[in-house]
């Protein structure tokens, strides 16, 4: 199912939480919607999934209003809430129901999507004993069961210890393959691992949407790294008043030096290097900075 989001925005009071978003979801993409705390991504998720209302804009599901394709979309709080006394079978037998999903029909599904979650053992335990993975999968769960052609998901795994969030992602991995997902986190190393595409909020707006390569290739630097065997660190002094450096970062012996033009400039300082007997014990030309990295520098400088 494609999903288009035109325009949108939402205000509380005077705060704007969402402001004149647009993007497409094409069918079977899974897109990550990616940005700090505050970002404005849950608020998001939740006119998407068309539990509040945008102030202005609309969302089209297949071309259609979401309000008239609840039945199409599957949603997952970053908190998902039960009834802790209820059993994890008995959860998705009253959860089916309120959909509007038959006895029979859930007799034959519920089985099933407890196996696909990994819970089927314990279908007759109650909520209350699981774990954050277990309880988050049991979401998962609930929001397949009526086996939705589009998955909105808020923060699935940031509450999570390392054990249940590998269990959950690997959910997600699984999904994917079945059909289209939004999931909306804080944490690029996820949207990396299982995303093919992510968009970045701040401050309600959106600021990149990209892939993963595109980002690593609008962000290379032109740099060199540097590492020395001397502690005698006078060089930097020399290297920074270079008329191609443009900057140098200094970590103990190493150092990240920009310049005008790597191609260019590595040789000559290279050259600068070896006439002024510096102990050179490593020497690499290109950016080692890592998606985190370049996260964190688009939504602080923006």
């Known amino acids: 199912m494609k999903l288009e989001i035109k325009n949108v925005t939402k205000k509380f009071n005077t705060k704007t939480a969402v ?31 068309d539990i509040i209302f945008a102030d202005k804009g609309e969302v089209l ?25 209820m059993t994890a ?19 034959d599904e519920v089985p099933t999507i407890l196996t696909k979650v990994g819970l089927i053992n314990e279908q007759n335990e109650k909520v209350q004993t699981f774990s954050g993975g277990m309880k988050q999968r049991l979401g998962i769960a609930q929001t397949l069961l009526h086996k939705p052609a589009f998955i909105v998901m808020d923060e699935p795994v940031s509450a999570l210890d390392p054990i249940g969030r ?26 990396e691992e299982i995303c093919e595409r992510f968009v970045i909020m701040k401050q309600g707006t959106k600021i990149e949407d990209t892939t993963i390569d595109e980002l690593l290739t609008n962000n290379k630097e032109s740099v060199v790294h540097l590492e020395v065997a001397s502690h005698d660190m006078q060089w930097v ?6 008329q191609y450096v443009k900057s140098v970062e200094v970590i103990g012996k190493r150092a990240k030096v920009t310049l005008e033009n790597v191609q260019i400039n590595k040789d000559m300082l290279i050259r600068f290097a070896m006439e002024n007997n510096l102990d050179i014990v490593r020497f690499e030309v290109g950016s080692n900075e890592t998606l985190e990295e370049i996260f964190l520098k688009m939504v602080v400088s923006i």
Request: aromatic share 8%; proline share 3%.
């Open 19 to 49: 402001n004149n978003f647009s993007m497409v979801v094409e069918t079977g993409q899974c897109v990550g919607l990616i940005g700090p705390n505050g970002a404005g991504k849950s608020t998001l998720i939740k006119i998407i999934s």
């Open 61 to 85: 599901l297949d071309g259609k209003r979401i309000s008239k394709m609840k039945r199409e979309i599957g949603y997952l709080p970053q908190y998902p809430d039960f009834y802790h006394w």
């Open 89 to 107: 079978k008995e959860t998705l037998f009253f959860m089916g129901q309120l959909s509007g999903i038959s006895k029979e029909r859930l007799m």
């Open 166 to 191: 590998r269990e959950v992602l690997n959910l997600i991995q699984e999904m994917k393959h079945e059909t289209t997902i939004l999931l909306s986190t804080h944490i690029l190393g996820d949207a």
């Open 237 to 242: 002094q020399i290297i920074e008043k270079l």
